[in-house]
């Protein structure tokens, strides 16, 4: 069975350049997760799908940052326009159920961004 | 505020040692997972333990959720098993999201 996978690997762009990240998970899993990791730290949420349905992107920087699901399998997050400060690993991660439940997760192998 | 610490923050190990790895969390969990991220940065599971034992080969994990910590057991460890540990824990006190220690880094010297 195929794991999550992710694209690009990596990433370098200018500042202010768009960019953009794809996330396909692992077959049957509903709820899907974009997570910031940087450097030294760990994981943080970004924004969890439902489905087609975000249900929690308090943490994703709106004015910058977007995200879809079309059809409740893949997503993509993009970043319009990219600063200095969003160079770092963008993780998609994907579980069965909700956290509750059957949630364990698992992740992608990450996108590496750098923005100069 | 929800907090999920980890420690030590920083191991330095002879190859053949041991070790445990500790998180503790503020808030009552429904799950908790351990993961190792490797020198390329995969995030790799380990355990996925709300409560009880679980053991994988020279790997071992226990959660105490009434007392609020997990603890990971590496026995006679190999240059393999460097890198950062995570727990990451989560349930409905944590918004139904995943909330992610600061890691622990482990380094095994051979």
């Known amino acids: 069975e195929a794991g999550v996978v992710q694209s690009p690997r990596y990433k370098i762009i200018e500042k202010k350049q768009p960019v953009a990240f794809w996330c396909n998970p692992i077959?049957?899993?509903?709820?899907l997760y974009w997570y910031l990791q940087n450097l030294g730290q760990g994981p943080e949420l970004l924004i969890r799908?439902?489905?087609?349905?975000?249900?929690?992107d308090s943490q994703l920087p709106k004015d910058r940052f977007s995200a879809e699901r079309l059809k409740g399998v893949d997503s993509t997050l993009k970043i319009q326009p990219a600063e200095l400060g969003d160079s770092a690993v963008y993780l998609c991660a994907s579980s069965l159920g909700a956290v509750a439940n059957t949630g364990e997760l698992f992740f992608g192998e990450g996108s590496r961004l750098t923005v100069l | 505020g929800i907090q999920v610490e980890q420690s030590p923050p920083d191991l330095i190990l002879q190859e053949g040692a041991n070790s445990t790895l500790r998180c503790n969390f503020s808030d009552s969990v429904n799950n908790l997972q351990w993961f190792h991220q490797n020198p390329w940065g995969q995030l790799i599971n380990l355990f996925y333990?709300?409560?009880g034992t679980k053991q994988n080969g020279r790997l071992s994990a226990t959660t105490v959720a009434t007392e609020r910590y997990s603890l990971l057991y590496i026995s006679s460890s190999q240059t393999t098993d460097s890198g950062v540990y995570f727990c990451?824990?989560?349930?409905?006190?944590?918004?139904?999201?995943?909330?992610f220690g600061p890691g622990t880094r482990l380094s095994v010297l051979p």
């Open positions: 799908y439902e489905n087609e349905e975000a249900v929690d």
């Open positions: 333990i709300p409560s």
């Open positions: 990451a824990v989560g349930g409905e006190n944590y918004g139904q999201n995943f909330v």
């Open positions: 077959s049957g899993h509903n709820t």
